[in-house]
C-alpha cells in the first residue's frame, strides 16, 4: 500500500521537471534577417531560370525522343559557359555528369545533384503559360521553378561565379542531372554506375528533397530547413478479387467488388502497420520543439517522458504523424466492370504503399497478403524499392551541411528528416554513406504545395540566397 502513495509523487516530480525544461528550451525569438538584395543580380538570375524554363523538359525514359533535352543541353552552354569550358563533361543518354578537377588528388570527390527533368503541364489554370518563365512580383512562374530547375541553375550558378572568381576546389566536384527523376526512370542509377565502374567513392551527396520552408508544421514560429537522410520504400500493389459475374439485377452475396471494398475498409480503419520512431524521427521532433506554442513544446520538448503518447496520438490525428512512423497504404485506382448492370468478374483495386526500414516490402507484403486471404483476394506486386539506408545525422559531413545552412539562414530551425516520396539521391548510398537531400531555395508551405501544380513559382531572393549558399559550401569544404 506504501508504493502506492509513492507514484503519485514521482509522477509529480516528473512532470515538474518536464515543465522546467520546456521553459528552458524555448528557442530566441525569430527576426527576419535583414538581407541586402541586389536587384540587377536577381534580375539576371530571373532571366537565366526563365530560359531554363521555357525549354520543356517533360520526364523520358532513355529510349524516347530525346530533342527538348538536347536543346537544353544547348541552353546550359549559353547560359553557363565557364562551367562548360572548365569542367569536363559526360552525357549518358541525356543525363548530365560534369566533373570539377579539385586541387588534391587524395581527397574523395563531392557530388550536387538534380534532374533536368519536370512533369508534364498544360496551360489550364495557370496565371500565365506554363512554360513562360515570366517574372511576377518578384516570383519566376513556370513549370520546374522549384521542382527542379531552381535547384540546377542555383548549383551551375555558383560554380560559374566560382570560376570567374578564379576559385579551384580542393577535391573533386561532380554534377549531375538526370532526365527522368519524375518518373522513377533509370538515368541517375545509370550515372550512379558510371561513376562506380571508375572507382570512384563519394564522400558527400547533396541533392534536392529537403528545403528552407515557412511555415513546414503549422504552428511553428520559424523557418525550418529540413535535411532528408533517408527516403522510405515504395510499392504498387494490385489486389484482384474474382468470381462469376453477372447481371446486377439478381446479385448473389459476397460479390467480388463487396470483398474488395471490405478489405479496403479494414486496411483504412485498423492501420494495420507497425509504429516505430526512429532516432532520426525523435531528433526531428526534438529540434522542432521549440518553434511551437507551450503545449506542443511541453510534449514534443520531453520525449524522454512522452515518446509512448506520441507513437499512440500522432499517428492517430495527423497524416504527417503517421507516415513519420510507420508503413502508409492509400488505395489509389480502382477497375470494375464496363457496364452499371453487370457484377464484374474480376475488379480490382491498386494500393500505393510507403514502406520503413523496419517494415520494408517483404514484412508489409507479408501483412497485407494476410487481410487480403481472408476475404479470398490475389496480390500482384507491380512495383517495389525498400527504403534507402539511413545517413549518419552525427557525421562530419552531415554536421558540415548543418553548419552551412546555419550560417547562411541564420535563425532558421535545422533537422533531419525521413523524405516521404524519392528522389534520385538514393541510387547513390551505393557510393557514399553521406547521401543527404537539401536545397537551399527558401519557399513559403504554399510555393511547396505548387510544386507538379498550377502556378509553381519561385522567389527571385529565394534564387539569390540559393546561390550563396553553394558558394559558401564549396568555397569552405574541407572534409
Given at each position: ?6 507514484v ?7 512532470l ?13 525569438k525569430?527576426?527576419?534577417r535583414a ?8 534580375d ?6 526563365g530560359?531554363?524554363i521555357r525549354v520543356p ?8 525522343d530525346?530533342?527538348?533535352f538536347?536543346?537544353?543541353h544547348?541552353?546550359l ?7 562548360h569550358k572548365t569542367?569536363?563533361?559526360t552525357?549518358?543518354?541525356g543525363t548530365?555528369?560534369?566533373r ?14 538534380g534532374?533536368?527533368d519536370?512533369?508534364p ?25 522549384l521542382d ?5 541553375f542555383t548549383?551551375?550558378?555558383?560554380v560559374?561565379?566560382?570560376i570567374?572568381?578564379?576559385?579551384e576546389?580542393?577535391?573533386d566536384?561532380?554534377l549531375?542531372?538526370a532526365?527522368?527523376e519524375?518518373?522513377g526512370g ?9 561513376l ?5 567513392t563519394l564522400a ?16 511553428m514560429?520559424?523557418p ?13 500493389l ?10 446486377s ?6 460479390t467480388?467488388a463487396a470483398r ?5 475498409n479494414?486496411i483504412?480503419?485498423k ?10 524521427t525523435?531528433?526531428?521532433l ?14 514534443l520538448?520531453?520525449?524522454?517522458l512522452?515518446?509512448?503518447?506520441v507513437?499512440v496520438?500522432?499517428?492517430?490525428v495527423?497524416p ?8 502508409t ?28 526500414s ?12 494476410k487481410?487480403?486471404d481472408?476475404?479470398g483476394?490475389?496480390?500482384?506486386v507491380?512495383l ?24 547562411k ?20 548510398h ?5 547521401a ?11 510555393q511547396?504545395?505548387?510544386c507538379?501544380a498550377?502556378?509553381?513559382n519561385v ?7 540559393g ?9 569552405n569544404?574541407?572534409?
Amino acid at each position: 500500500m506504501e508504493f502506492l502513495w509513492i507514484v503519485p509523487g514521482v509522477l509529480a516530480v516528473l512532470l515538474l521537471v518536464a515543465l522546467v525544461r520546456t521553459f528552458l528550451i524555448k528557442a530566441p525569438k525569430y527576426t527576419e534577417r535583414a538581407i541586402e538584395f541586389p536587384q540587377d543580380e536577381m534580375d539576371a538570375y530571373a532571366e537565366k531560370l526563365g530560359d531554363m524554363i521555357r525549354v520543356p523538359t517533360v520526364s523520358k525514359r532513355e529510349d524516347e525522343d530525346l530533342t527538348q533535352f538536347y536543346a537544353y543541353h544547348k541552353e546550359l552552354e549559353r547560359l553557363f559557359p565557364n562551367v562548360h569550358k572548365t569542367l569536363d563533361l559526360t552525357v549518358l543518354q541525356g543525363t548530365l555528369i560534369y566533373r570539377w578537377h579539385g586541387t588534391d588528388r587524395d581527397r574523395r570527390p563531392i557530388l550536387l545533384m538534380g534532374h533536368q527533368d519536370v512533369v508534364p503541364a498544360s496551360d489550364a489554370g495557370w496565371q500565365v503559360p506554363a512554360y513562360s518563365g515570366a517574372v511576377i512580383d518578384g516570383k519566376v512562374y513556370g513549370r520546374g521553378a522549384l521542382d527542379c530547375k531552381s535547384t540546377m541553375f542555383t548549383q551551375l550558378q555558383a560554380v560559374e561565379e566560382l570560376i570567374a572568381s578564379g576559385f579551384e576546389p580542393g577535391c573533386d566536384i561532380y554534377l549531375e542531372y538526370a532526365i527522368n527523376e519524375e518518373t522513377g526512370g533509370a538515368g541517375a542509377k545509370n550515372a550512379m554506375e558510371y561513376l562506380r565502374d571508375q572507382g570512384i567513392t563519394l564522400a558527400l551527396v547533396l541533392d534536392e528533397g529537403g528545403a528552407v520552408i515557412d511555415k513546414a508544421v503549422d504552428g511553428m514560429d520559424r523557418p525550418f530547413a529540413v535535411v532528408g537522410v533517408t527516403e522510405k520504400g515504395y510499392m504498387d500493389l494490385k489486389i484482384t478479387a474474382q468470381g462469376k459475374g453477372g447481371h446486377s439485377s439478381t446479385p448473389p452475396r459476397n460479390t467480388p467488388a463487396a470483398r474488395l471494398f471490405a478489405f479496403a475498409n479494414e486496411i483504412e480503419k485498423k492501420r494495420p502497420f507497425q509504429k516505430k520512431m526512429l532516432p532520426e524521427t525523435i531528433k526531428m521532433l526534438s529540434r522542432m520543439a521549440p518553434a511551437f506554442p507551450f503545449g506542443l513544446r511541453f510534449i514534443l520538448g520531453n520525449l524522454w517522458l512522452f515518446r509512448p503518447l506520441v507513437k499512440v496520438l500522432m499517428p492517430a490525428v495527423s497524416p504527417f504523424g503517421e507516415a513519420i512512423m510507420a508503413t502508409t497504404c492509400c488505395f489509389t485506382m480502382m477497375q470494375g466492370s464496363d457496364a452499371a448492370n453487370v457484377i464484374p468478374k474480376e475488379p480490382y483495386i491498386v494500393a500505393n504503399l510507403r514502406t520503413t526500414s523496419f517494415q520494408g516490402c517483404d514484412d508489409s507484403l507479408a501483412l497485407m497478403r494476410k487481410y487480403a486471404d481472408k476475404y479470398g483476394l490475389k496480390i500482384e506486386v507491380l512495383l517495389r524499392r525498400d527504403a534507402s539506408p539511413i545517413s549518419n545525422i552525427y557525421s562530419d559531413e552531415y554536421a558540415y551541411v548543418e553548419s552551412c545552412i546555419r550560417e547562411k539562414f541564420p535563425g532558421v530551425g535545422v533537422t533531419p528528416y525521413i523524405i516521404m516520396g524519392g528522389t534520385d539521391c538514393r541510387h547513390f548510398h551505393a557510393l557514399s554513406e553521406n547521401a543527404l537531400r537539401f536545397s537551399p531555395v527558401p519557399m513559403s508551405s504554399a510555393q511547396s504545395a505548387s510544386c507538379h501544380a498550377v502556378d509553381e513559382n519561385v522567389d527571385l531572393t529565394a534564387l539569390y540566397e540559393g546561390v550563396k549558399f553553394y558558394k559558401y559550401f564549396i568555397g569552405n569544404y574541407k572534409l
